[in-house]
């Protein structure tokens, strides 16, 4: 009974670990940074690392397509996406202007139009609108390690050293300068950071605090890189400051 016992508890163990793997394997293959949608007919992109999905209503289809690199206007913020698999090809082209769903009213910064054109010979195009999520990985408490190249101590700041939590589902950011609170909206496209209508207290703090040095690094930051357990924010003059996870 004891042998059936331990037998029945590792096939449990066995199907728990199997489930969880598969489970993370589809949230790895599922992950997007870029969804759009549109209306009449009602459609719905996403774009991630492995992939592309384009599911229409029209025909009650998802096509999945494989990832590929922009094409990146050089005097506009516009990319072209085309791909292709055994049923179609896509065209999809991404502009950072204003966008307003026709039905919801709800606005978003990119308009987006598809050409989707069939190997049957039938060709659909499609207009919506869509925006960039903030990866995960960003959504985290991140405390300042190094600024403009040297790392800091407690005594560069008036109270403590600054510190700011990622909200990434909502592209926010809120914390701590040093002296005064702070946050703002994140600006973020695959490659590129930039921290936003930053917002923060005006209690003095002498002139050897160095949180103004702080915000004014965070202001110039326009490139990131995950490193280890650090998030290092930057732009094409260098390094402007190195950020270290905390929980």
């Not at 459609?43 to 992939?51: C, F, P, Q, S, V």
């Amino acid at each position: 009974m004891k042998q059936l016992l331990l037998i029945s508890l590792f096939a449990l163990f066995t199907i728990a670990c199997t489930s969880t793997k598969q489970t993370a394997a589809t949230e790895t293959n599922t992950a997007s940074y870029f969804k759009a949608t549109g209306n009449e007919p009602f459609w719905g992109l996403t774009i991630g690392d492995a992939e592309i999905q384009l599911k229409s209503l029209a025909d009650d289809k998802t096509y999945i397509f494989p990832q590929t690199a922009p094409i990146i206007a050089m005097d506009s913020n516009v990319k072209m996406y085309r791909t292709e698999n055994a049923e179609a090809k896509l065209e999809i082209t991404i502009q950072h202007t204003e966008c307003t769903n026709d039905m919801s009213g709800e606005k978003l910064p990119y308009t987006v139009n598809l050409r989707l054109e069939k190997k049957s010979g039938v060709t659909e195009q499609y207009k919506g609108c869509g925006n960039y999520q903030l990866p995960t990985r960003f959504h985290d408490i991140w405390v300042l390690e190094t600024l403009n190249g040297k790392k800091v101590t407690a005594s560069d700041f008036a109270k403590q050293i600054p510190y700011f939590e990622i909200d990434a589902k909502n592209s926010s950011y809120t914390g701590y300068g040093g002296c005064n609170g702070m946050g703002g909206i994140l600006f973020y496209e695959p490659g590129i950071l930039r921290f936003e209508r930053g917002m923060s207290t005006l209690m003095y703090c002498g002139d050897s605090n160095k949180e103004n040095e702080f915000q004014n690094a965070l202001g110039k930051v326009t490139q990131y890189e995950f490193k280890d357990l650090r998030l290092v924010l930057s732009n094409p003059n260098g390094v402007l400051v190195v950020m270290k996870k905390v929980d």
